[in-house]
């Protein structure tokens, strides 16, 4: 079935500098690729996505790259701040018709000042 | 704003009970979702549902079922609880849009513990 990886579990980077959490995906069906944080305590919310008829997307300090021939895709976060500490998941779409999505394990990202 | 609710924040229940958890979205969303969340495994979905009183299995559907009677409601149901359903259960729900994924709204999510 379809499966999401991601790397690495846990990052921890200098506030400052930047951050790049890797997935792959195994279904070269998937056409939606959705990054969503988690806040410690809080409910997963929705940062970033792309779709794979684009190869990148950006939005102020987050981006994601998307590389549909080796179905990997990337979170990129430049400048970190300190509010950036959350858990990471990555996430691709299994079935797009029915619109379940496989999330990736997820990365703890702590940002040191 | 998106607004899905979920009817507990914890639950303590005993091994052999039966337990409810109950969410509640008001977006008016085709797509609900039942995942549950343990350190290490990221979020692993139990089952899910497209309408109302129709439902599909996800990854790891053995030890629970769910109803759907409402198009805004959606219970996941442990018929016997055991303790390795000791986890966080999420619930999220999407707009449906035709061939595409979308966008997840995520409950608070209930821990329940399994004693």
């Known amino acids: 079935g379809e499966n999401v990886e991601q790397h690495p579990s846990t990052l921890s980077v200098q506030e400052g500098d930047s951050a790049v959490i890797k997935c792959t995906y195994s279904?070269?069906?998937?056409?939606?690729f959705p990054w969503y944080k988690q806040e410690l305590g809080k409910r997963p919310q929705l940062i970033i996505d792309i779709r794979s008829n684009v190869g990148e997307k950006k939005d102020q300090r987050i981006a994601v790259t998307l590389n549909k021939t080796a179905k990997h895709f990337s979170l990129h976060i430049t400048e970190t701040q300190p509010e950036d500490s959350a858990v990471y998941f990555c996430a691709a779409s299994g079935y797009s018709s029915a619109s379940k999505i496989i999330f990736g394990s997820g990365t703890r990202l702590s940002i040191r000042p | 704003d998106v607004k899905v609710t979920q009817s507990s924040r914890y639950l303590v229940k005993r091994t052999g009970e039966k337990v409810f958890l109950e969410c509640v979205q008001d977006?008016?969303?085709?797509?609900m979702f039942w995942y549950r969340q343990d350190p290490g495994l990221g979020l692993r979905l139990i089952y899910f549902?497209?309408?109302?009183?129709?439902?599909e299995k996800g990854d790891i559907p053995e030890g629970y079922s769910v109803s759907r009677e409402k198009k805004e409601r959606f219970s996941l149901i442990l018929e016997s609880a055991s303790t390795n359903q000791t986890s966080m259960y999420l619930c999220?729900?999407?707009?449906?849009?035709?061939?595409?994924?979308?966008?997840?709204?995520f409950g608070p999510g209930t821990r329940l513990t399994v004693l």
């Open positions: 279904d070269s069906a998937s056409n939606y």
């Open positions: 999220a729900s999407s707009f449906q849009a035709s061939g595409m994924s979308n966008t997840q709204y």
């Open positions: 549902s497209y309408d109302v009183k129709m439902k």
């Open positions: 977006m008016d969303h085709e797509n």
